[in-house]
């Protein structure tokens, strides 16, 4: 505390008992409520990464996102599901967490690769095939970014 430049000092009862260092209280922190999701890095033979557009609204509005499916679901059975193919290879990645203000988002990358070229879904307003290796001036959000370049980081020989 500053109670020489205070205004209240001649009043503080805090100062007339010398108890001033013990305010002002710290706020207990309130823990933050926790959602899991899984990210969906669905990659074609071409090493391109289907990206959808996210809501306007809401948690990281109108960016390019991974799609997401909750963590009870099979990655396969959500690409047969969605796309009409189940992928040749599902496997997860190492997991993060991304904090908000509000919550904690547990992410569970799940990598899976299709053996033929992405068909069943076509570039639009909502989808599109993002190639890593010529990143544009899409909108991502970080985790979602920090993802994609670790895909991209791979080396070349463990790319299907």
Partial sequence: PRCGACPLQEDCVARRQGSQDRYPVA?????????QVTFILLREPGGAVLLERRPPTGVWGSLW?????????????????????TPAEVR????????FTHF???????LATLEAPGVGVLDGDQTL????RQPGELGLP???????????????????
């Fill in 142 to 160: 970080a985790p979602v970014a920090r993802l994609i370049a670790r895909l991209n980081d791979e080396p070349q020989e463990t790319r299907p």
């Fill in 65 to 85: 996102s991974l799609p997401e499916c909750a963590p009870e679901i099979p990655v396969a059975d959500w690409c047969l599901e969605r796309l009409g193919r």
């Fill in 104 to 110: 904690h988002l547990d992410i569970t990358p799940a």
């Fill in 129 to 132: 095939w993002y190639n890593p």
């Fill in 27 to 35: 706020k207990a922190r309130r823990s933050l409520p926790i959602r």
């Fill in 92 to 99: 997860e990645l190492p997991r993060m967490r991304h904090t």
